[in-house]
């Protein structure tokens, strides 16, 4: 019997919508069969910053029982999602301040030949998503990982036209159901691939 895929994912999310995305990918990952640990980045903003908005303040109160992400999280995991929003044209400083951390791991090479992908969200249209996406797998790269993209590997691609990573655009409202399907179907992609690189290995 297999071992089931270890899944991190771990976002940054001010106001809710990264995290919705999120916790989509943690149910598909689920319905994948992987252990998930759905974990959020530190947030590092300054309390004047998040009192001045009212939905960023509601939703830090809404997700304060998510743990916080750990390299242990990473040390754990066979395939990591991340989710950011966009912040011009690039991954958001909190999710960036937990990616800096990593070097120990990435020295002893904890880092490498796990699976990576990544999903986002903009204000606008064409805000940045795609360049935030390619921003986080120049990082993949000098792990050492396997970057596995949603591609148009499924019906719902060709709805939420995104082949680098699943992506929202906020101004329109909350992820729909296009969105949080193209989420499921990322992460369980992500984890049929860790599962099949983790059986070659044992094999």
Do not use: C
Not at 22 to 38: D, S, W
Not at 184 to 202: M, S
Request: no cysteine; aromatic share 8%; glycine share 10%.
């Amino acid at each position: 019997m297999m071992e089931p895929v270890n899944t991190a994912i771990i976002y940054y999310s001010a106001t809710g919508t990264v995290h919705a995305l999120a916790q989509a990918a943690a149910e598909g990952a689920e319905k994948a069969g992987a252990r998930v640990r759905l974990r959020r980045a530190a947030e590092t903003a300054p309390p004047e910053a998040i009192s001045a908005r009212p939905e960023w303040t509601r939703h830090r109160q809404e997700t304060a029982d998510v743990a916080e992400a750990s390299l242990d999280d990473l040390a754990w995991a066979d395939a990591v999602l991340f989710g950011t929003p966009t912040r011009f044209g690039n991954p958001a400083s909190q999710l960036r301040a937990f990616i800096d951390t990593t070097g120990g791991l990435w020295f002893h090479g904890k880092l490498a030949d796990k699976v990576y992908s990544a999903f986002t969200a903009s204000n606008t249209a064409h805000g940045g998503q795609e360049s935030t996406l390619l921003a986080l797998g120049n990082t993949f790269y000098h792990w050492g990982g396997i970057i596995v993209p949603p591609g148009y590997t499924d019906p719902v691609q060709f709805q939420s036209g995104n082949p680098y990573g699943t992506s929202h655009v906020a101004g329109d409202g909350p992820p729909g159901e296009v969105a949080l399907q193209a989420a499921r179907h990322q992460a369980r992609r992500v984890v049929d691939t860790a599962a099949a690189l983790k059986a070659g290995r044992a094999a």
